[in-house]
Nanobody, 123 residues
Framework: DVQLQASGGGLVQSGGSLRLSCAAS????????IGWFRQAPGKEREGVSCISGTDDSIYYANSVKGRFSISIDNAANTMYLQMNGLKPDDTGVYYC????????????????WGQGTLVTVSS
Protein backbone atom coordinates (compact mmCIF):
# COMPACT_ATOMS: atom_id res chain seq x y z
CA ASP A 1 0.00 0.00 0.00
CA VAL A 2 1.10 3.53 -0.75
CA GLN A 3 1.24 5.66 2.38
CA LEU A 4 2.25 9.26 2.93
CA GLN A 5 2.74 10.57 6.44
CA ALA A 6 3.03 14.34 6.84
CA SER A 7 4.36 15.96 9.99
CA GLY A 8 5.96 19.14 11.26
CA GLY A 9 3.03 21.51 11.40
CA GLY A 10 2.36 23.74 14.35
CA LEU A 11 1.77 27.26 15.61
CA VAL A 12 4.32 29.88 14.68
CA GLN A 13 4.45 33.65 14.75
CA SER A 14 4.51 35.70 11.59
CA GLY A 15 8.03 35.74 10.17
CA GLY A 16 8.89 32.40 11.70
CA SER A 17 9.88 29.10 10.10
CA LEU A 18 8.70 25.51 10.00
CA ARG A 19 9.89 22.43 8.19
CA LEU A 20 7.31 19.92 7.07
CA SER A 21 8.23 16.31 6.42
CA CYS A 22 6.49 13.65 4.38
CA ALA A 23 7.58 10.06 4.86
CA ALA A 24 6.55 7.71 2.09
CA SER A 25 6.17 3.96 1.99
CA UNK A 26 4.98 1.57 -0.66
CA UNK A 27 6.63 3.40 -3.53
CA UNK A 28 9.85 5.19 -4.44
CA UNK A 29 9.84 8.97 -4.51
CA UNK A 30 12.21 9.28 -7.40
CA UNK A 31 9.75 7.49 -9.70
CA UNK A 32 6.88 9.93 -9.17
CA UNK A 33 6.09 13.60 -9.24
CA ILE A 34 5.58 14.64 -5.63
CA GLY A 35 4.58 17.80 -3.89
CA TRP A 36 2.72 19.81 -1.31
CA PHE A 37 -0.76 21.28 -1.32
CA ARG A 38 -2.52 23.37 1.26
CA GLN A 39 -6.08 24.27 2.14
CA ALA A 40 -6.86 27.40 4.09
CA PRO A 41 -10.11 27.70 6.06
CA GLY A 42 -12.98 28.39 3.69
CA LYS A 43 -10.80 28.14 0.59
CA GLU A 44 -10.09 25.55 -2.06
CA ARG A 45 -7.01 23.39 -1.91
CA GLU A 46 -4.07 24.84 -3.86
CA GLY A 47 -0.77 23.49 -5.06
CA VAL A 48 2.18 24.94 -3.17
CA SER A 49 5.25 23.20 -4.58
CA CYS A 50 6.30 20.06 -6.41
CA ILE A 51 9.23 18.17 -7.86
CA SER A 52 8.93 16.32 -11.14
CA GLY A 53 9.57 12.59 -11.28
CA THR A 54 10.82 12.75 -14.87
CA ASP A 55 13.04 15.81 -15.14
CA ASP A 56 14.46 18.64 -13.03
CA SER A 57 11.29 20.69 -12.92
CA ILE A 58 10.36 22.32 -9.63
CA TYR A 59 7.26 24.38 -9.11
CA TYR A 60 6.43 27.00 -6.49
CA ALA A 61 3.20 28.92 -6.22
CA ASN A 62 3.78 32.65 -6.68
CA SER A 63 2.65 33.26 -3.12
CA VAL A 64 5.51 31.20 -1.66
CA LYS A 65 8.38 31.83 -4.09
CA GLY A 66 11.52 32.93 -2.32
CA ARG A 67 10.21 31.78 1.07
CA PHE A 68 9.54 28.04 0.70
CA SER A 69 11.94 25.34 -0.46
CA ILE A 70 11.08 21.75 -1.41
CA SER A 71 13.59 18.92 -1.15
CA ILE A 72 13.86 15.15 -1.12
CA ASP A 73 15.99 12.68 0.78
CA ASN A 74 15.86 9.69 -1.56
CA ALA A 75 17.67 7.42 0.89
CA ALA A 76 15.00 8.08 3.49
CA ASN A 77 12.15 8.30 0.97
CA THR A 78 11.17 11.54 2.64
CA MET A 79 10.15 14.89 1.21
CA TYR A 80 10.50 18.20 2.99
CA LEU A 81 9.06 21.68 2.74
CA GLN A 82 11.15 24.35 4.42
CA MET A 83 8.95 27.34 5.09
CA ASN A 84 10.58 30.63 6.03
CA GLY A 85 9.12 34.09 6.45
CA LEU A 86 5.73 32.64 7.28
CA LYS A 87 2.71 34.88 6.97
CA PRO A 88 -0.82 34.55 8.39
CA ASP A 89 -2.01 33.81 4.82
CA ASP A 90 0.11 30.63 4.93
CA THR A 91 -2.22 29.20 7.58
CA GLY A 92 -3.91 25.98 6.54
CA VAL A 93 -3.70 22.22 6.40
CA TYR A 94 -0.72 21.11 4.36
CA TYR A 95 -0.92 17.84 2.44
CA CYS A 96 1.86 15.92 0.81
CA UNK A 97 0.92 14.14 -2.36
CA UNK A 98 2.44 11.86 -4.95
CA UNK A 99 1.95 10.69 -8.48
CA UNK A 100 1.24 14.09 -9.96
CA UNK A 101 2.49 16.03 -12.94
CA UNK A 102 4.91 18.82 -12.13
CA UNK A 103 6.46 21.45 -14.35
CA UNK A 104 8.22 24.71 -13.71
CA UNK A 105 4.92 26.55 -14.04
CA UNK A 106 2.28 24.02 -13.08
CA UNK A 107 1.20 21.29 -10.70
CA UNK A 108 -1.65 18.87 -11.28
CA UNK A 109 -3.75 16.96 -8.82
CA UNK A 110 -2.29 13.78 -7.36
CA UNK A 111 -3.24 10.13 -7.08
CA UNK A 112 -1.92 9.64 -3.54
CA TRP A 113 -2.47 11.90 -0.54
CA GLY A 114 -1.20 12.11 3.00
CA GLN A 115 -3.41 12.98 5.95
CA GLY A 116 -2.37 16.62 6.31
CA THR A 117 -0.61 18.63 8.96
CA LEU A 118 -1.94 21.93 10.33
CA VAL A 119 0.13 25.09 10.07
CA THR A 120 -1.10 28.13 11.95
CA VAL A 121 0.69 31.45 11.60
CA SER A 122 -0.27 34.12 14.09
CA SER A 123 0.07 37.83 13.37
Amino acid sequence: DVQLQASGGGLVQSGGSLRLSCAASGFTFSHYGIGWFRQAPGKEREGVSCISGTDDSIYYANSVKGRFSISIDNAANTMYLQMNGLKPDDTGVYYCAARLLCGNYYITSASYWGQGTLVTVSS
